[in-house]
């Protein structure tokens, strides 16, 4: 069992940045991918961001590419999600989720666990 727990969304304008974090329990994170996903209001749940066990492998979608990195730290047990240059557009609520084949995928139904979310809202 896995637990993920995210923080670091918040409220900023337009071209700002944030930093979420995605802080897992267990022994075992180190094996897992991680994904990050978001959901916005009226819209289905969407991949943003996925990152192999090994951090090797990392893959976005393209409405991201160039503006969020995604990276982790194993001996914390944490993913994170850098996200630079915030459009109005990437208002959502992002979700961490976690992967023990380790691939790093972006189809969220191979994902077995899941945060509870962290809002973030860019204003215009």
């Known amino acids: 069992q896995v637990q993920l727990v995210e923080s670091g969304g918040g409220l900023v304008q337009a071209g700002g940045s944030l930093r979420l974090s995605c802080a897992a329990s267990?022994?075992?994170?180190?094996?897992?991918?991680m994904g990050w996903f978001r959901r916005a209001p009226g819209k289905e749940r969407e991949f943003v961001a996925a990152i192999a066990w090994s951090g090797g492998v990392t893959k976005y979608a393209d409405s991201v590419k160039g503006r969020f990195t995604i990276f982790r730290d194993n001996g914390k047990n944490t993913v994170y999600l850098q996200m630079n240059s915030l459009k109005p557009e990437d208002t959502a609520v992002y979700y961490c989720a976690a992967d023990r084949a380790g691939l790093g995928r972006p189809d969220p139904l191979v994902y077995d666990y899941w945060g509870q979310g962290t809002q973030v809202t860019v204003s215009s």
């Open positions: 267990g022994r075992t994170f180190s094996a897992y991918a």
